[in-house]
């Protein structure tokens, strides 16, 4: 067996991830589940002799020395992968992700026209939000490229590692990897502003001090996407509040009712028919919702602003549920597990006649 022939399979296959350790067959994630191979349980010198290859000298002294690392793989005529290595029970081990190589658009990824919209948006924060592998990347990616065919622009961006390779088209693309170009994202934002950025890609809110810099690049005019791993919007608002301590979060919920244009929040349910399709709950910052950034005892009714905010383009997961099981895209029963609130869900379906 060489990895290879397991990167080939995986593509062929559609497998979203490629799971490699000590101890058992390799395992791909098709379609959301995990799915073991034909092969027999791997011991460490097979998977060292998998995967150490495809580390540079620099991986390898970082991962020598933290135990982990990320990074990009490419193989000819086959696919571009993130990988991660880690370690397990001390034995080396590796998730390898596929990252979609041809360009994507809004409709093909079934996203709803508001994320179009706030990839239009001239400057300010939008944040797209998800567990991993809810399709934040994919997303995210869709937005610079429309921004890159439709806007005469310089657009930064600065991830962790690089997944998916852009072309210059109308904009100019510099795209800066972490432990390559830069050595973390707080360093890449101290400089960025003195690029001439007009659109700024940070591959994830991981801290205080990147936040921070997200929000002050923002109000200084640029338009700023990043993600965070948060289940909904009004868990997204809280998390980035609560990045700071007491003192500081007054002044951050100004700074995020000023620079916040939009949250876009994605799960993925298994489509009727074969493949995956993204719930999505979509906030549009109105003055109503700015308000209810700012008092922290009113941030709560966020969901009921974007449940009634359906004329800006915004609707909660609830709605988006309600929408796919109209368009026979998922079931009821995949719905339902979804919801926040199943007994909840079931009886606005009741409400609204698609069941009895």
Same mark, same amino acid.
């Given at each position: 067996m060489e $990895?290879?022939?397991l990167l080939i399979t995986m593509v062929q296959k559609g497998a979203s991830d490629l799971h490699i350790k000590v101890g058992s067959p390799p395992y791909f994630r098709i379609h959301g589940e995990l799915i073991s191979t034909d092969f027999p349980p791997l011991t460490e010198e097979e998977v060292k002799r998998l995967l150490l290859p495809l580390m540079s000298e620099k991986f390898k002294e970082r991962f020598e020395k933290k135990g982990e690392v990320d990074f990009?793989?490419? $193989?000819s005529g086959v696919g571009r992968f993130r990988v991660n290595f880690y370690l397990q029970r001390g034995s080396i081990a590796a998730s390898l992700r596929h990252v979609p190589t041809k360009r994507p658009d809004f409709a093909g990824l079934n996203l709803p026209p508001v994320v179009k919209n706030l990839a239009e948006e001239p400057r300010g924060l939008v944040l797209v939000t998800g567990t991993?592998?809810?399709g934040k990347t994919t997303t995210l990616a869709a937005m610079i490229d429309h921004i890159n065919r439709t806007r005469r622009c310089h657009i930064v961006t600065i991830e962790d590692p690089i997944e +998916?390779? &852009?072309?210059?088209?109308?904009?100019?693309i510099s795209q800066r990897e972490l432990g390559i170009d830069t050595e973390t994202y707080a360093d890449a934002l101290r400089h960025v502003v003195r690029q001439d950025p007009d659109v700024i890609?940070?591959?994830?809110? @991981?801290?205080?001090?990147?936040?921070r810099a997200a929000l002050s690049a923002a109000e200084m005019g640029n338009l700023v996407l990043s993600?965070?791993?948060? +289940?909904?919007v009004t868990e997204t608002v809280n998390r980035?509040?609560? &990045?700071f301590p007491p003192h500081q979060q007054r002044q951050i919920r100004i700074m995020l009712a000023a620079s916040l244009k939009g949250v876009i929040s994605l799960r993925l349910l298994p489509k009727i028919g074969g493949g995956r399709v993204p719930a999505v709950e979509a906030m549009v910052v109105t003055a109503t919702i700015r308000e209810f950034i700012l008092k922290p005892e009113e941030t709560y009714k966020i969901k009921d602003a974007i449940e009634q905010g359906e004329y800006y383009g915004m609707q909660t997961f609830e709605q988006? $549920?309600? @929408?796919?099981i109209q368009e026979q895209k998922i079931t009821l029963e995949d719905a339902q597990m979804m919801a926040a609130n199943p007994q909840d869900f079931l009886l606005r379906l009741k409400q609204i006649g698609i069941i009895f």
């Open positions: $990895l290879t022939e990009a793989y490419s $193989l991993a592998g809810s +998916i390779l &852009f072309k210059d088209e109308m904009s100019i890609l940070i591959g994830e809110m @991981r801290d205080h001090e990147t936040v993600t965070l791993h948060t +289940i909904d980035i509040i609560d &990045f988006s $549920l309600v @929408r796919l």
